[in-house]
């Protein structure tokens, strides 16, 4: 998970305390299209010791990075956002750093395809590299 915040804010750190975001606006992806990242950012900020003002939810992750370039509030997202590529924004790593999300595939067992046997063939074989790759980010 990583803070998103305008460039018009830049920090002198290379984390941002949860705990420091407490007066922001928040603009997050919409509890209705994602409730785990939701709830995850709601108990996180919980955990920091106060309920965040959420300002908008949106049901695009580059529309959350576009609301936050426009200096309407800040963000927490999953860090793989942050190939989004948003010039307007700059990411931070949170402090504590300590929450992680499940990242889960669900298909129709009745349903194989050629597609999904390469695609978990895929996940399988890249396992190791994939899990290295999250820790780094």
């Keep these: 998970m990583m803070a998103v915040l305008p460039l018009s804010r830049p920090v002198k750190t290379k984390r941002v305390r949860i705990a420091d975001l407490a007066q922001e606006s928040f603009i997050l992806f919409h509890r209705e299209g994602a409730p785990s990242l939701f709830d995850t950012i709601m108990g996180m900020c919980k955990n920091a010791g106060f309920s965040p003002r959420v300002d908008s939810e949106h049901n ?8 936050v370039e426009a200096e309407q509030g800040v963000s927490i997202v ?3 956002v942050r190939n989004l590529r948003s010039d307007g924004v700059r990411f931070y790593r949170l402090q504590p750093d300590d929450v992680r999300l499940e990242l889960v595939a669900a298909w129709k ?3 194989p395809s050629v597609v999904l046997s390469a695609f978990l063939d895929l996940i399988n ?3 190791a590299q994939i899990r290295k790759k999250a820790e780094l980010t």
Excluded: H
């Design 60 to 67: 695009l992750m580059q529309t959350v990075l576009s609301v």
């Design 78 to 80: 999953p860090a793989c």
């Design 125 to 127: 074989s890249n396992a």
């Design 109 to 111: 067992k009745e349903s």
